[in-house]
Nanobody
């Protein structure tokens, strides 16, 4: 019913920036929040950021506060994650996801019904 496709990942040196994008398509039947998660080698999946339908509420994981910015454009069916001051520990595969369950905004993986295939971000020293 809903498909998500991430793009914008790549290799960048520490201190650099990347902008990830997520294109949403398919049949959406309600307002939905969007989130970004990441998973590095040998690590658990980690919450990165989330944004409400209207964009008036945003959340960030502690490790990315002050460095990452989430945004969305519902008219274009896109969500973005601007990543600045990147660190080697940011290296991970980044996934966007759609939340049709919480009715608001959440950091919990279980509330996200649809996931993209992910885009790799690698930060070198």
């Amino acid at each position: 019913q809903v498909q998500l496709v991430e793009s914008g990942g790549g290799l960048v040196q520490a201190g650099g920036s990347l902008r990830l994008s997520c294109a949403v398509s398919g049949r959406t039947v309600s307002r939905y929040a969007m989130g970004w998660f990441r998973q590095g080698p040998g690590k658990e999946r980690e919450f990165v950021s989330a944004i409400s339908w209207s964009g008036d509420i945003v959340k960030y994981g502690n490790s990315v506060k002050g460095r990452f910015t989430i945004s969305r454009d519902n008219a274009k069916n896109t969500v973005h994650l601007q990543m600045n001051s990147l660190k080697p520990e940011d290296t991970a595969k980044y996934y966007c996801a759609a939340d049709f369950k919480s009715g608001g905004i959440t950091t919990l993986t279980a509330y996200y019904s649809y996931w993209g295939q992910g885009t790799q971000v690698t930060v070198s020293s």
